[in-house]
C-alpha cells in the first residue's frame, strides 16, 4: 500500500524558506522509495537550485540525526550536502543540491569510468571507519547480532517463504545455524563507525572520480567491512577484478577479507527482503536487483566458512529465482 505523505502548509513554508534568503519561482517534486521523507527540488529567480526534505511529525528526530551526522561527516571531510536551514520542529530541511543523478543512475557508462568513483566511494568508507567511537556511539543504535539477524528474518518472511525457498525443516535449521554464527562472527570484530546504507543509490558525482554522500543519518557502530561490503554489493555492481582490488586494500590479510564476505553475504541476504518490503509498500522499481543481489548473497556465502556446504545446494533450489 502507498504510505500518505503529509503535506507542509505551504504559506508558512514559503515564509520560512524566504526567511532562509531563498525566494521559490519552481518546485519540482523528487522520486524517492518508500520512505516517510519526502523531497522537492526548488528553484530561485535567479536559477539557483536547493533540495527541500520533509519530514513528517513521527520522523522529525531523523531531521535532528540528519543534521549531527552532517557535522560530524563534513568536520571528517567526508562531502556532504550543506544544510542551509533546518526547523527541525516542524520537519523542514533545505539542502545543498549535490546534483540530478545518483551514481546508481550511471550504470550506462563504462566501467574504466565509474571505476574512479568506486575507489573515491571507499577511500571515504575507511575515513568514516576512522571516526571516534564517541562521536557517532549515541546517534542510532549499534548494527550489532540480534539487529542482523532481524533483518535476515525479514528476508525469510518476506520472500524466501512466499516463494517456497525454504529448504525442508533438517536443512531451514542448518541455514538458521549458518546465518546465526555469520552474524555472531561479524558482531564479535570490535565496532567501527559506518554510513549504514553506503552504496550507490546514496552516493552523487561531485566532480571526476569523485562522490559526495547522501542519506547518511543512519550512521552507527557496526562491523568493520559493512560499509565496503555494501558499496560493492548493492545496485551497481562492480566487476570481480576492480571488487577484488579494493577489498585487498582495505582488508589485505585472509582475516580481513574474510570479514568482508561475511559482511557482504549478511547485507545481501537483507537487502531482497529489503526489495521485498519496498514492493509490497508500494514501490516495485527494485525488484529486478532481487536475482543478481541473490546470487551475490550465494557467492559470499560460499567463501566463508559457515556457508561453503549449504551454498552448492540453494544455488540449485534456487535456479527459478536466480535467473540461471
Excluded at 526548488?42 to 531531521?63: E, F, S
Excluded at 573515491?120 to 550489532?144: C, E, K, S, Y
Excluded at 541473490?294 to 540449485?316: D, K, M, Q, T, Y
Aim: hydrophobic residues 45%; aromatic residues 6%.
Amino acid at each position: 500500500m502507498e504510505l500518505t505523505r503529509e503535506e507542509p502548509d505551504r504559506r508558512e513554508l514559503g515564509e520560512w524558506l524566504a526567511g532562509a534568503g531563498f525566494e521559490v519561482r519552481e518546485v519540482h517534486p523528487l522520486a524517492g522509495d518508500v520512505s516517510p521523507r519526502r523531497y522537492e527540488r526548488l528553484t530561485a529567480a535567479d536559477g539557483t537550485t536547493t533540495i527541500l526534505a520533509l519530514y513528517p511529525a513521527d520522523h522529525r528526530a531523523t531531521c535532528v540525526r540528519f543534521s549531527r551526522s552532517t557535522a560530524i561527516l563534513a568536520a571528517a571531510g567526508v562531502p556532504v550536502p550543506r544544510v542551509l536551514a533546518a526547523d527541525c520542529e516542524r520537519g523542514w530541511m533545505l539542502l545543498q543540491d549535490l546534483g540530478e543523478h545518483t551514481l546508481a543512475e550511471r550504470r550506462d557508462r563504462p566501467w574504466r569510468e565509474l571505476a574512479a568513483y568506486f575507489e573515491n566511494a571507499a577511500a571515504l568508507a575507511a575515513r568514516i571507519a576512522a571516526l571516534p567511537l564517541d562521536t557517532v556511539g549515541d546517534l542510532n543504535p549499534p548494527l550489532d547480532r540480534a539487529l542482523m539477524l532481524r533483518e535476515l528474518l525479514q528476508t525469510r518472511q518476506l520472500f524466501l517463504e512466499p516463494q517456497g525457498l525454504l529448504p525442508p525443516p533438517i536443512q531451514q535449521t542448518s541455514l538458521d545455524t549458518a546465518l546465526e554464527e555469520l552474524c555472531g562472527e561479524l558482531a564479535a570484530d570490535a565496532p567501527v563507525p559506518c554510513h549504514r546504507d553506503y552504496m550507490a543509490r546514496n552516493l552523487v558525482p561531485a566532480g571526476a572520480g569523485v562522490v559526495a554522500v547522501l542519506d547518511h543519518q543512519d550512521l552507527r557502530l557496526g562491523p568493520p567491512a559493512y560499509d565496503l561490503a555494501s558499496l560493492l554489493n548493492d545496485t551497481l555492481f562492480p566487476p570481480r577484478e576492480l571488487e577484488r582490488r579494493l577489498v585487498d586494500a582495505a582488508f589485505p590479510t585472509a582475516a580481513g577479507r574474510l570479514r568482508y564476505h561475511r559482511a557482504a553475504a549478511q547485507r545481501t541476504l537483507k537487502a531482497v527482503g529489503t526489495y521485498a518490503a519496498f514492493a509490497r509498500r508500494g514501490s516495485a522499481r527494485h525488484l529486478p536487483l532481487i536475482a543478481p543481489t541473490l546470487r551475490r548473497f550465494l557467492r559470499h556465502f560460499a567463501s566463508v566458512p559457515e556457508g561453503a556446504s549449504l551454498a552448492p545446494g540453494f544455488e540449485r533450489a534456487w535456479r527459478r529465482v536466480l535467473g540461471q
